[in-house]
């Protein structure tokens, strides 16, 4: 399984219009992409942290297709939507999982 984590800093006066647009665009353009497992947008709970979003897919040639989709690039017409302070992109593996049979 691949893991993408897309850190992006956004100014506090913008948060409220990014949270519902980058939800918006998650549930309109990801529904259905073949591979992805999961996405998340997680909100930062400490100061000087970003957003959070992740991706995980299958494998890596299921990511690189979703690289070149239309999936993908309606999901990024960021530029003049909501101004991002910053992003940090990276990419792992997953080396261990653990999940709690009696939670599911």
């Known amino acids: 399984m691949i893991i993408i984590n897309n850190e992006l ?9 990014f949270e519902q647009t ?11 992409v073949p591979g992805l ?5 997680l909100a930062p709970r400490e100061e000087g942290r970003g957003y959070l979003a992740t991706l995980e897919f299958d494998d890596q040639p299921s990511y690189e297709a979703y690289l070149q989709s239309d999936a ?3 999901a990024h017409p960021w530029p003049g939507r ?3 302070e910053g992003n940090a992109l ?3 593996e997953v080396h ?5 049979p009696d939670q599911h």
């Open 9 to 17: 800093w956004v100014a506090e006066q913008y948060r409220e219009q």
């Open 22 to 32: 980058f939800a918006e665009s998650m549930h309109q353009t990801l529904r259905g």
């Open 37 to 41: 497992r999961r996405a998340t947008l």
């Open 72 to 74: 993908f690039r309606a």
């Open 82 to 84: 909501v101004p991002l």
């Open 90 to 92: 990276a990419t792992y």
């Open 96 to 100: 261990t999982e653990m999940v709690d």
